[in-house]
């Protein structure tokens, strides 16, 4: 594996766990990347770099980051931003690894990018839904700006130092984790 490679797989991971929070900024700053000729994206995907890709995105991740301001409208979008998030992370991973055959991208995708992504947005879902109960919605704004934030900061860490993403994702993964394990019904 070459350097290009790890650092394209660094890159899609990254960008994965921040779809999670927000489906449209992290294909919106690989739109950009591409775009200024910063990042060479596969073959088939070069089409995000485009001037039409990069308004089109631009304009989706203004309408996500203000819908998510709208109360209960914020949860309508979790429970659609969950398939979507998998099927997003899935698409940034397959459009920047590089030199790996289609099989391991393909699996890499689903499972690294996919299955990050998911992961990310099943919690941030649950954090808002706890949100509205115990708050009846007033903390959901917070809750908004804090994974606008960290998806927005995810996205610039991927793009600008790739292997820093990777320790980050780590992190994120493992406070899900711990949340998880806090929040869980207890069997008895």
């Given at each position: 594996?070459?350097?290009?490679?790890?650092?394209?797989?660094?890159?899609?991971?990254?960008?994965?766990a921040s779809v999670g929070f927000r489906?449209?900024?992290?294909?919106?700053?690989?739109?950009?990347?591409?775009?200024?000729?910063?990042?060479?994206?596969?073959?088939?995907?070069?089409?995000?770099?485009?001037?039409?890709?990069?308004?089109?995105?631009?304009?989706?991740?203004?309408?996500?980051?203000?819908?998510?301001?709208?109360?209960?409208?914020?949860?309508?979008?979790?429970?659609?931003?969950?398939?979507?998030?998998?099927?997003?992370?899935?698409?940034?991973?397959?459009?920047?690894?590089?030199?790996?055959?289609?099989?391991?991208?393909?699996?890499?995708?689903?499972?690294?990018?996919?299955?990050?992504?998911?992961?990310?947005?099943?919690?941030?879902?649950?954090?808002?839904?706890?949100?509205?109960?115990?708050?009846?919605?007033?903390?959901?704004?917070?809750?908004?700006?804090?994974?606008?934030?960290?998806?927005?900061?995810?996205?610039?860490?991927?793009?600008?130092?790739?292997?820093?993403?990777?320790?980050?994702?780590?992190?994120?993964?493992?406070?899900?984790?711990?949340?998880?394990?806090?929040?869980?019904?207890?069997?008895?």
């Amino acid at each position: 594996m070459t350097s290009e490679t790890i650092i394209s797989i660094c890159l899609g991971i990254g960008l994965s766990a921040s779809v999670g929070f927000r489906v449209f900024v992290p294909l919106f700053a690989l739109s950009l990347t591409a775009f200024l000729g910063s990042w060479e994206l596969n073959e088939s995907w070069q089409w995000i770099g485009s001037l039409s890709a990069l308004i089109v995105l631009g304009v989706a991740t203004v309408v996500e980051i203000f819908a998510y301001y709208i109360p209960y409208v914020d949860n309508l979008l979790d429970s659609a931003a969950i398939p979507l998030a998998a099927i997003a992370g899935t698409a940034v991973m397959v459009s920047t690894v590089a030199d790996l055959s289609p099989v391991i991208t393909w699996a890499l995708a689903i499972i690294a990018g996919g299955g990050t992504a998911a992961a990310v947005a099943s919690t941030s879902g649950a954090t808002r839904l706890a949100s509205t109960a115990t708050t009846g919605g007033l903390a959901n704004p917070v809750v908004t700006t804090v994974e606008t934030g960290t998806a927005v900061v995810m996205s610039a860490v991927s793009v600008v130092f790739p292997f820093v993403a990777i320790f980050l994702v780590i992190i994120i993964l493992f406070t899900i984790f711990k949340l998880y394990k806090k929040f869980k019904p207890s069997k008895t």
